[in-house]
């Protein structure tokens, strides 16, 4: 019913910046929690960038002042800045959300199909 496709993932280099946004579509009743975790190969997928509906925001500490997360209510659409970018952080990157999905609210997590992200030296 759901769908949040990603876009933004590039290569950049070392220090530059890059935006990625995540759209959701489909008959959306709420967004509760959203966020923005990451996996690189061999490593699990960590959490990076999380924004509850009551407006709290955190931020692995690895991101910490070089990363902000927000969203744009109209659009149905969040977005993760990603600034003074390090080799560190090339991953793959998705982006999730808890949606209500009917009259109800019935909660459902949904995740976009990932976007890579790579930083060169």
């Known amino acids: 019913q759901v769908q949040l496709v990603e876009s933004g993932g590039g290569l950049v280099q070392a220090g530059g910046s890059l935006r990625l946004s995540c759209a959701a579509s489909?008959?959306?009743?709420?967004?509760?929690?959203m966020g923005w975790y990451r996996q690189a190969p061999g490593k699990q997928r960590e959490p990076v960038a999380v924004?509850?509906?009551?407006?709290?925001?955190n931020y692995a500490d690895s991101v910490k002042g070089r990363f902000t997360i927000s969203r744009d209510n109209a659009k149905n659409t969040f977005y993760l800045q990603m600034n003074s970018l390090k080799p560190e952080d090339t991953a793959v990157y998705y982006c999730?959300?808890?949606?209500?999905?009917?009259?109800?609210?019935?909660?459902?997590?949904?995740w976009g199909q990932g976007t890579q992200v790579t930083v060169s030296s």
């Open positions: 489909g008959r959306i009743f709420s967004i509760n929690n």
């Open positions: 999730n959300a808890r949606i209500g999905v009917n009259v109800l609210l019935t909660l459902v997590d949904y």
């Open positions: 924004l509850t509906s009551g407006g709290g925001t």
